[in-house]
């Protein structure tokens, strides 16, 4: 695990030591504004379940909106381009900021799990 994700991790574990869950909002403020990919995401929601933490969603009505909106952007752009969008394009196509297309691909795949 790069070190960026090791820092990321043990933020989130001490502060979940006590509730032994992590909630999105607690994993989206970790991440920050640090690049992170699809596959850098599912390390640390690994390494998160291996150490005994469950990772608590209850998503809002919001945010599931959010997540649709994402996605039928991601999706329109990939058709149009041939190829994965980044979380810059999704956000500047879908009039969102970067953290909020961030937070909903996390979101689903938290769901997708």
């Known amino acids: 695990m790069r070190p960026a994700l090791q820092t990321i991790l043990d933020q989130l574990l001490r502060e979940s030591e006590d509730t032994r869950a992590v909630t999105l909002d607690a994993i989206g403020d970790a991440f920050g504004t640090e690049l992170a990919t699809p596959d ?3 390390l640390v929601l690994g390494a998160l379940e291996a150490q005994g933490r ?3 969603a209850a998503p809002t009505i919001d945010a599931q ?3 649709r909106q ?3 952007v991601a999706r329109d752009l990939a058709s149009r381009t041939g190829r994965k969008p980044t979380p810059s394009e999704i956000a500047s196509e879908a009039g969102l900021d970067e953290s909020s297309v961030r937070a909903a691909l996390l979101l689903g795949r938290v769901m997708g799990r």
Do not use: N, P, Y
């Open 40 to 42: 850098d995401i599912e």
């Open 70 to 72: 994402v996605l039928v």
């Open 65 to 67: 909106l959010r997540l």
């Open 54 to 56: 469950s990772v608590a």
